[in-house]
């Protein structure tokens, strides 16, 4: 069978073990995550939103949702996949040591990704640039081979498109 | 932080506080509580000075607390209520964690409480201290560490509802010492507490059972495939799995799990199905066009090989746990609720729609089920007199001795739990206690243990192996100190004997460290702990000795001296489709087993 990616988001109750009880999940299993945010979304009611990315046949991807509904913290868990493409997010900064003409050529690719500079010296500059993960994926291959030193990546955020809440 | 936040306000304090052991045993009381398994250690101290205090709950005291859980899912599952168990810190939780796994894998509601270092020592590598939530995290349903004693009458009722409902399964609460003796005039009761985040769907949706009848009206082989979970649900649906066969005429057949669920005695039992199920119940799964599953999770001892498993029937998945649906089985109609609550929906739908199964095919279906049927594959031949004892004919001995008694059976693992789910007779659920999912030897005393106090007049039976009843033995001093009438009968074939029966189907004879030499004398051991003894070697003594247990007033071991070599038959190797079953020895050499259901356990 073929494997796919999905994007699950999970709606939690923000208490301590909660992460480990999800990560164990895809680990005590050999599944894996390949990008993974949690966050507080709602301070009243104290709850958190984990998006994670995993990818496995569908059969497995099923039996991960339906795992991750069973553990006891766990208020909702939506495949934001099955909602058509959902809008998905990551932010990154970026630091790339260099001069001359590679620091002009940072900078120009930069201006063309939209990347922002957050921090600049003499020979080094940290550019934010937030967007889908696969153009990012793209801006960091081209800061690799301009001296990219360092980098720090959210993982991706994401939700439904539409008018329809996926994650009730 | 979750729940219950709606109702802080008309939250009532206590007028005097209380330190957090005295609120763990008011928790208990008002969970109805009457007895705790456990042992003590430095990190429990207050806990069982709370325990001296007061008389309203007993504790049982164990000799290992691996035993308590045990113990703790004997109980359980005898009475239908949750198992409570109490150990101290690091060795006492660490050595919890069989059984918690245990009960995890059986789904059975147990509530295990475990000391814990003062929390402001937690992580510095304290004497005693272990990571006992993050350990038991992946062996628990749920758990919990309570660092604060304003929150712990929460967690408490949390936790009793958690392992009480959907599937059931066990909760840890670790309890920092310094938590336990602090005060507080807190105390939620249980009404006050309702967790948001955990909802159980009990009620099965209208389209679900509509979509099964449908199916099932008009099933021409039927088959109720029924599992552990009408166990759990309560005797009311072990009534209700009846009431639906009756009125449908469908065969019923049952896991080791559920043994008891329908009676053994009705003719529509075809018995247990699965790798040492029956040949008529395997069977009428691979030929069946219309397969109810309620309750059941489609295990791989059940299910044999998975591309080859009941080819060609619809298949509907009764179970209160949608984790799994389709997790190794992909089903046509799954039905997501309480087992006892399906069958009475179904029961009504039937009913009100007024159908019936087609005649004729079920004068067929039935036809083809008694031919399977007189192939007679529980069959065996016991020789009288002086003649070694077949472990088979010990067993069925004992189902005859204890027919009509009030009788909670409990076993150890391997052939003899076997033959004794092929062998007992079951007419009522939370009689059969026995380790399923996890397999675990050691199981049966211990098991015995919890039922014997529940129900202190009825008649208490671990049917063990001289391998396994070595791993919890200890336990025999828990049945003096409580004058436990707790009966072991230990069919001694003095061979790790499923191990061997593997060895020498599978692994070409070489019987690697199967046989256990220097065995005890079970009778001078019963003896030392203050029981009774009796060994039996010839199928002339079987019977007395079995009547000899039985009319003892104490605690008995029957060191059962039975055939060595016997093989648990009927057998699907692991790997095998249903069809692919070894009968008997004639049957094994006809049918070597090669290479692939060797990877498989
Ligand atoms: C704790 C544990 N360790 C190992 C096993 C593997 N195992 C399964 S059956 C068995 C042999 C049991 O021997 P005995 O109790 O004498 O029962 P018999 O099969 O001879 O009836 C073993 C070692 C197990 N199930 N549980
Ligand atoms: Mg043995």
């Not at chain 2, 009848?213 to 009534?239: D, E, F, W």
């Not at chain 2, 395997?282 to 397969?291: G, K, R």
Request: hydrophobic content about 40%.
């Amino acid at each position: 069978m073929t494997t796919e990616q999905r994007t699950f988001a999970v709606l939690v109750d923000n208490e301590p073990g909660v992460l480990a009880r999800v990560v164990g999940l895809f680990a005590g299993r050999g599944y894996n995550i390949s990008s993974l945010t949690v966050t507080e979304v709602d301070h009243a009611q104290g709850l958190s939103r984990i998006t994670l990315e995993t990818s496995g046949t569908p059969v497995v991807l099923e039996h991960v949702k339906n795992l991750l509904y069973r553990l006891v913290p766990v208020h909702s868990v939506a495949d934001l996949t099955s909602y058509g493409p959902a809008v998905r997010r990551e932010m990154a900064l970026i630091k790339v040591c260099g001069v001359d003409k590679q620091r002009v050529e940072s900078l120009r690719i930069a201006d063309i990704f939209k990347a922002e500079v957050v921090d600049a010296g003499m020979e080094h500059f940290i550019f934010q640039i937030s967007g889908e993960p696969e153009e990012i994926d793209r801006f960091v291959e081209l800061m690799r081979q301009l001296g990219m030193v360092d980098i720090s990546r959210t993982g991706v955020a994401a939700i439904s498109r539409g008018a329809e809440v996926a994650l009730k | 932080m979750q729940s219950a936040q709606a109702d802080k306000s008309e939250q009532k304090l206590l007028d005097e506080p209380r330190c957090g052991a005295r609120i763990i045993i008011d928790c208990l009381q008002e969970q109805g509580v009457d007895v705790i398994f456990g042992y003590p250690g430095g990190a429990v101290l207050p806990l069982y000075d709370e325990i001296f205090k007061q008389n309203e709950i007993r504790h049982v005291l164990v000799r290992h607390e691996q035993a308590a859980v045990h113990a703790a899912e004997g109980y359980a599952r005898s009475t239908g209520r949750v198992g409570v168990v109490l150990v101290t810190s690091g060795p006492g939780a660490t050595n919890a964690v069989t059984g918690l796994t245990d009960a995890l894998m059986d789904s059975i509601p147990v509530v295990c409480l475990t000391g814990q270092v003062p929390s402001y020592m937690i992580g510095n590598d304290a004497f005693q201290e272990a990571d006992t939530t993050g350990i038991t995290r992946p062996c628990s349903k749920h758990n919990y560490l309570v660092d604060q004693v304003d929150q712990l009458s929460e967690k408490m009722h949390e936790a009793f509802d958690v392992a009480r409902n959907g599937r059931p399964g066990p909760v840890v609460i670790d309890l920092p010492k310094d938590v336990q003796m602090a005060e507080t005039r807190v105390y939620k009761t249980k009404d006050q507490v309702k967790r948001r985040s955990f909802q159980v769907v009990t009620q099965p949706a209208v389209e679900g059972i509509e979509a099964a009848i449908a199916a099932l009206s008009t099933a021409k082989r039927p088959i109720i495939y029924a599992g552990g979970g009408v166990i759990n649900s309560g005797p009311q649906a072990a009534m209700a799995l009846r009431q639906f066969a009756d009125m449908t005429g469908m065969p019923v057949t049952q896991t080791l799990m559920a043994l008891g669920a329908f009676p053994a005695s009705h003719k529509s039992f075809l018995g247990m199905l699965g790798m040492h199920g029956t040949y008529e119940a395997n069977l009428a799964m691979y030929n069946c066009d219309v397969m109810l599953n309620i309750g059941a999770r489609f295990d791989d001892r059940i299910t044999g090989k998975l591309d080859e498993f009941s080819p060609n029937s619809i298949k509907i998945h009764c179970d209160i746990d949608p984790s799994s649906i389709n997790k190794s089985v992909m089903v046509d109609i799954p039905v997501i609720g309480d087992a006892g609550e399906i069958l009475n929906a179904l029961i009504a739908a039937w009913k009100s729609g007024g159908h019936a199964l087609d005649a004729g095919a079920q004068k067929k279906w039935w036809a083809q089920i008694d031919a399977w049927r007189s192939r007679d594959c529980l069959a065996f031949n016991q020789d009288s007199g002086d003649a070694e004892i077949r472990p088979q004919h010990a067993i069925a001995r004992l189902n005859a001795a204890v027919k009509g008694k009030d009788v909670y059976i409990s076993t150890e693992v391997g052939q003899h739990q076997m033959w004794a789910a092929q062998y007992l007779e079951f007419e009522e659920p939370n009689r059969w206690l026995t380790s399923g999912g996890l397999g675990t030897m050691g199981y049966g005393l211990p098991a015995a243990v919890g039922a014997q106090v529940a129900h202190p007049d009825s008649l208490c039976i671990d049917v063990a192996g001289e391998a396994s009843i070595l791993m919890n033995i200890q336990e025999l001093s828990t049945v003096m100190q409580y004058r436990l009438p707790v009966k072991v009968f230990i069919l001694n074939n003095q061979w790790m004997g499923m191990v061997r029966q593997w060895q020498e189907l599978l692994h070409g004879e070489r019987y690697s460290e199967s046989y256990t030499d220097s065995l005890p004398d079970f009778v001078k051991l019963a003896e030392a702990f203050g029981g009774k003894g009796i060994r039996v070697t010839k199928e002339s003594e079987l019977d007395q000795a079995i009547a000899d247990m039985i009319a003892y007033d104490g605690p008995v071991v029957v060191d059962c001296c039975v055939v060595r070599n016997e093989n648990c038959f009927p057998m699907i190797p692991s790997g095998k489709p249903h069809y692919d079953m070894i009968l008997n020895d004639e049957d094994k050499r006809a049918k070597p087993i090669e290479g692939s259901g060797r990877n498989m356990v």
